[in-house]
């Protein structure tokens, strides 16, 4: 069994946690439809699983993870609408239909991603007045590094510079891999660990994990953006290329990056060798990630 097929059960307490957020959110009728209109158009639900099965697989409860799992969902959600922005990566398209600001304008689009991103952080912060504890706390604290200035929004300024910038090469593109992509992947993963109160050793090995899984997912993402096709990738493809970004493929050619995401996952599986049989969805994910197509 693989692991979206051994994650469902997690995917749908999360489906069912977000309607119950959305649904008490309180937010103004045009608002609600911009922020659910992103947040409820599919995906993988890939942060907030692998929140919920790390907290699991190391012993702690789902539930006292499920907030900053749905947390982490809409922090992800509100980086996309503002990615698509036509002042970031002018995307007309998300998950095969319209981008968010093609159906409600840009400023919507805007005010839907802070709305996100600021409840996001209102649901963190009830689950840590309900739980104070320091796993709690910290817990937060690794979404919050994930997605902020030293995290997933350093990687995306770097990553815009980097289309304009000479002499741009393998040490800004490692930044951005590990920051734009792989620090949320990290934090997924260290919320559900600090929740289940992992030891240091295991926070180690996870974050060692987090880092090269996301430096990996990035690595096929910008294989996808050249052999890829709309319908599995539900995006605008070749960009990538006509806006000049700086990937492996720009670096490297498509041989070597291919060869580089290998040894990425190979490394991303030893990462995680102190969990033995217990991490074995974890190594599936890993080693998975180099045949995507989505």
């Given at each position: 069994?693989g692991?979206a097929?051994a994650?469902?059960?997690y995917?749908?307490k999360?489906?069912?946690?977000?309607s119950?957020?959305?649904?008490?959110?309180?937010?103004?009728?045009?608002?609600?439809?911009?922020?659910?209109?992103?947040?409820k158009?599919?995906g993988?639900?890939?942060?907030?699983?692998?929140t919920?099965?790390?907290?699991?697989m190391?012993g702690g409860?789902?539930?006292?993870a499920?907030?900053?799992?749905?947390?982490?969902?809409?922090?992800h959600?509100?980086?996309?609408?503002?990615?698509?922005?036509?002042?970031?990566?002018?995307?007309?398209?998300r998950?095969?239909?319209?981008?968010?600001?093609?159906?409600?304008?840009?400023?919507?689009?805007?005010?839907?991603?802070?709305?996100?991103?600021?409840?996001?952080?209102?649901?963190?912060?009830?689950?840590?007045?309900?739980?104070?504890?320091?796993?709690?706390?910290?817990?937060?604290?690794?979404?919050?590094?994930?997605?902020g200035?030293?995290?997933?929004v350093?990687?995306?300024?770097i990553?815009?510079a980097s289309?304009?910038?000479?002499?741009?090469?393998?040490d800004?593109?490692?930044?951005?891999?590990?920051?734009?992509?792989?620090?949320?992947?990290?934090?997924?993963?260290?919320?559900?660990?600090y929740?289940a109160?992992?030891?240091?050793?295991?926070?180690i090995?996870?974050?060692?994990?987090?880092e090269?899984?996301?430096?990996?997912?990035q690595?096929?993402?910008d294989?996808?953006?050249?052999v890829?096709?709309?319908?599995?990738?539900g995006?605008?493809l070749?960009?990538?290329?006509?806006?000049?970004?700086?990937?492996?493929?720009?670096?490297?050619?498509?041989?070597?990056?291919?060869?580089?995401?290998s040894?990425?996952?190979?490394?991303?599986?030893?990462?995680?060798?102190?969990f033995?049989?217990?991490?074995e969805?974890?190594?599936?994910?890993?080693l998975?990630?180099l045949?995507?197509?989505?």
């Amino acid at each position: 069994m693989g692991f979206a097929e051994a994650t469902k059960e997690y995917r749908e307490k999360i489906e069912a946690a977000l309607s119950g957020y959305m649904d008490s959110c309180g937010a103004p009728e045009q608002l609600r439809a911009a922020m659910e209109y992103s947040l409820k158009a599919g995906g993988k639900r890939l942060r907030p699983v692998l929140t919920l099965y790390t907290c699991n697989m190391l012993g702690g409860d789902v539930e006292r993870a499920l907030p900053y799992a749905c947390a982490l969902e809409m922090i992800h959600t509100y980086s996309l609408i503002h990615d698509d922005l036509p002042c970031m990566d002018d995307d007309d398209f998300r998950r095969g239909r319209p981008s968010n600001h093609k159906v409600f304008g840009e400023a919507n689009a805007v005010l839907a991603g802070d709305g996100l991103l600021s409840y996001a952080f209102q649901i963190m912060l009830d689950a840590v007045k309900a739980d104070l504890t320091e796993n709690a706390i910290n817990a937060a604290r690794a979404v919050s590094l994930g997605a902020g200035v030293s995290g997933m929004v350093a990687g995306q300024v770097i990553d815009l510079a980097s289309e304009t910038a000479e002499n741009t090469g393998i040490d800004e593109l490692r930044f951005i891999q590990a920051n734009k992509t792989a620090a949320m992947i990290k934090a997924a993963l260290l919320a559900g660990a600090y929740i289940a109160g992992a030891s240091q050793e295991q926070m180690i090995a996870l974050g060692q994990y987090g880092e090269l899984y996301g430096a990996l997912f990035q690595m096929t993402d910008d294989i996808l953006d050249v052999v890829g096709d709309f319908e599995g990738m539900g995006k605008t493809l070749g960009k990538d290329e006509a806006e000049n970004k700086l990937t492996y493929i720009s670096l490297y050619g498509m041989d070597r990056a291919k060869d580089l995401a290998s040894e990425t996952a190979h490394q991303a599986v030893e990462a995680i060798s102190i969990f033995e049989e217990r991490a074995e969805l974890l190594r599936e994910l890993a080693l998975s990630c180099l045949s995507r197509r989505s």
